[in-house]
């Protein structure tokens, strides 16, 4: 493992930009979203559908559609959207993109040659 | 009959006309725009300055990740495998969330940072090296270029079957017949396909060309409402004309899937025939056995002086799934069954289609396994995170806030068209029977009868025009992807710095029209293993993409050689994936290690390549990472 003696390479915590930091705060919300939904799909279709009754006239349906869909597919589907919608409004931080950095019209390598700012 | 189905298809065509027009308008409107605008033609013509609102933001990620498959493939799957298509596709309920706030708001940052307006731009310059930025643009080149063919070829067969009724396009399908025959290459394909092929080709490339990112996006707008209303018509005429869904959920549940059988035709009574007997591919006969109707899969003929046709393919099913509608048998015929092909799973079973997995012609475990559903909802939503095209998405607003409001729209627009899909297709198991010959063709036939039997045959023009829009305002996005990355991250960097900006514009144009003469040159016969080939390249971009652009963003440690390692590593996974799947399977496809889907692997495989190799590779300079993480306070 190749690593420097001195870190002076690291951005510290405080110095990061603050649209990082939001952005990696709401990348964990994100993913823990995926994976209670997934869950939620996937282990109610499992209880419902899949080892549900094989028997066709004994299908439940509820609002003209197979139970284990309304409960493990249209029902999860509008509480994400809700929590979706709660997020954008809500939750995510606005923040100043920055301005554009000129784009080398004039075609300059992918190199950057310094003069960083940061 | 013959003079009501001509006035019915050309008030399709009519329709279908204004809606070309109108697409032709926005990009004449986009390319004006970008005329006016003087400087900087290369940020505009790819990117179209990165200022676009909410509405553009939205529909434009909608509509560019529907493609082709959502309106033609998905529709033909949910007929076939019934309700257990809605939990294949549940991973979408999580696609606005990933899709824009894992990544958006950073990607946007970095590449105004970077000054970048290409994917493979963003790359070279936050690792600082030109091997990773020529690296992605190979990538993108090679998987983008697989994905355009198989949607120019989607795109020509819908138009085909939208004007094969009218007169006018008969034809000029003549005139072609006899333009291309004797022709090497195109000359092997049926002049119908080539039609719609050359018309969609010049269409796509046109506007492309003359209006660039901002034509693509306004189009792509225009595209996204009409799918919109497409999906809102056919919900409302699917679910009255068949009686509302509890209804159709209860009529799909009694049925058993169809077998596909082998045999021939022949005259009902045992007889000669006289004179030569031409019946239609679809045209319905009467089982040999009580309550079967029979389906044929191709043209049958009967020769004179012969007892019965060639042998060719049928489709056999139980007369309860034609309860809902009138089917009109042709008397007189009958059919002799040689082979049966029962399903692997779901044979003879009532029920299938409304419960998991499904039923499935080869899939002994059914469709849909569960460990498969769950590959599905990991999928949807960090593949398509992970595609070129969807990331370019996240470098046009200028402002978090519409960043967030089109968070909003997509979630409302992706909910309602997925479910509205699936139940709109249960319906069509009833309304339509018989449509296992030609599943790929339930969508546009589907919008055909329901609009037909309301009375409002040029409605079917508004509503063929969703699955036509889903693949025009993909192709588009994939041709600008692919051309930018050819002028931009290949001449203008590695072949002439110094072009003035009049060549870069005059290469521009020409190479976006290049590239899709060769997709039409090519798809003029396509590979028959298409469908796994869109697949293979959507698989393959996002193995590629997905962890080097995500750890980049977030990781300071990382660096251009786990960069390197992290797109190698996900390409050569896909690639060995295929080829073991190959070699077990004995055809293009898949191999499915532990019943996991080859994204899995790849991405794994990816995420440890580039920890690893930025691990061992020196720290990244200061400077590099700085400019890059460190806040800004001016």
């Known amino acids: 493992m190749v690593e420097n003696d001195e870190q002076d390479w690291r951005v ?21 979203f995926w994976v209670v939904f997934a869950l939620w799909t996937v282990l109610a279709c499992w209880w419902l559908g899949y080892r549900g009754s094989t028997d066709p006239l004994a299908m439940k349906l509820v609002m003209g559609m197979p139970s284990w869909v309304f409960w493990g597919i249209v029902v999860p589907w509008v509480v994400s959207m809700g929590f979706t919608i709660w997020f954008a409004l809500c939750f995510m931080k606005d923040h100043d993109l920055g301005s554009d950095q000129p784009s080398d019209e004039d075609g300059a390598d992918f190199i950057d040659k310094g003069n960083h700012d940061g | 009959m013959g003079d009501a189905a001509d006035s019915g298809s050309s008030a399709v065509l009519w329709t279908f006309g204004a809606y070309m027009v109108a697409v032709f308008f926005l990009a004449w409107l986009a390319g004006r725009v970008k005329e006016e605008k003087k400087e900087g033609f290369m940020s505009d013509y790819f990117l179209g300055s990165r200022g676009f609102g909410v509405w553009a933001l939205a529909l434009t990620a909608a509509a560019t990740s529907a493609s082709g498959g959502s309106f033609m493939g998905f529709p033909a799957l949910i007929y076939t495998h019934g309700w257990v298509l809605a939990l294949w596709i549940a991973g979408y309920m999580t696609v606005p969330l990933v899709a824009m706030a894992l990544m958006g708001k950073r990607l946007n940052q970095v590449a105004r940072r970077a000054g970048a307006i290409t994917i493979p731009e963003i790359l070279g310059k936050r690792f600082n090296s030109a091997a990773v930025g020529a690296t992605a643009t190979i990538m993108i080149v090679l998987f983008l270029f697989c994905y355009l063919l198989a949607q120019f070829k989607a795109g020509s067969k819908i138009l085909s079957v939208l004007l094969e009724d009218s007169p006018i396009y008969r034809s000029a399908v003549n005139g072609m017949a006899q333009l291309i025959d004797g022709v090497p290459w195109i000359g092997q394909a049926e002049p119908d396909y080539v039609l719609c092929l050359v018309v969609f080709g010049i ?26 209303f497409g999906v809102v018509i056919l919900l409302v005429l699917a679910l009255s004309q068949v009686g509302g869904l509890a209804n159709a959920s209860r009529q799909v549940a009694a049925m058993t899937p169809p077998e596909f059988a082998t045999g021939w035709v022949e005259l009902a009574d045992g007889a000669t025939a006289e004179e030569e007997h031409v019946l239609a591919k679809g045209t319905w006969i009467a089982g040999s056995e009580e309550g079967e109707l029979v389906r044929l899969a191709e043209r049958a003929v009967i020769p004179a002086g012969d007892k019965a046709g060639e042998p060719m393919e049928f489709l056999i099913t139980d007369s309860a799934v034609a309860e809902a509608v009138d089917i009109e048998l042709a008397e007189g015929y009958a059919v002799a069954i040689k082979e049966r092909m029962p399903h692997a799973n779901g044979a003879g079973e009532a029920g299938v289609y409304s419960r998991p997995p499904g039923p499935s012609r080869d899939k002994t475990l059914g469709y849909l396994t569960v460990a498969m559903a769950f590959c599905w ?80 045959p040029w409605l079917a023009g508004l509503v063929v025009a969703a699955p ?98 992290g797109m190698l590593a996900g390409a050569v996974m896909q690639a060995a994936i295929y080829v073991i799947g190959f070699y077990v399977n004995e055809k293009f496809g898949s191999y499915d290690m532990l019943g996991l889907q080859p994204f899995f692997w790849d991405v794994a495989a990816s995420t440890i390549a580039c920890i690893t190799g930025s691990l061992l590779s020196a720290p990244p300079s200061r400077e590099l990472v700085h400019k890059f993480f460190a806040r800004r306070d001016n």
């Open chain 1, 12 to 32: 510290s915590r405080e110095d990061e930009d603050p649209l990082l930091r939001s952005s990696r705060r709401e990348m964990k919300v994100v993913l823990g």
């Open chain 2, 203 to 228: 269409a796509v490339v046109a506007y492309v060309s003359y209006g660039g990112f901002r034509a693509v996006v306004w189009t792509d707008v225009m595209q996204g409402v009409v799918m919109g």
């Open chain 2, 377 to 456: 909802f990991a999928f949807w939503p960090f593949g398509g995170v992970g595609q070129p095209h969807n990331m370019v998405r996240m470098m046009i607003f200028d402002k978090t806030q519409v960043l967030r409001r089109a968070l909003v729209t997509l979630a409302l627009y992706f909910g309602f068209i997925y479910l509205s899909l699936v139940i709109v297709f249960v319906c069509a198991r009833v309304l339509l029977p018989g449509m296992e010959i030609d599943a790929d063709r339930v969508m546009p036939e589907f919008a055909k009868a329901v609009t037909a039997s309301a009375g409002f």
């Open chain 2, 468 to 565: 036509f829009a889903a693949v025009m305002s993909s192709v588009d996005s994939f041709l600008l992807v692919v051309s930018s990355s050819v002028v931009r991250d290949l001449y203008q960097r590695h072949i002439n710095p110094d072009a003035p900006e009049s060549r870069l514009r005059k290469l521009s144009y020409a190479v976006t029209a290049v590239v899709g003469a060769l997709a039409v040159i090519i798809a003029v016969n396509p590979p028959e293993y298409l469908q796994d080939l869109i697949v293979f390249a959507s698989e393959g971009l996002a193995a590629c993409f997905l962890m080097p652009m995500i750890l980049g963003l977030f990781w300071q440690r990382m660096t251009a050689t786990g960069a390197l390692c």
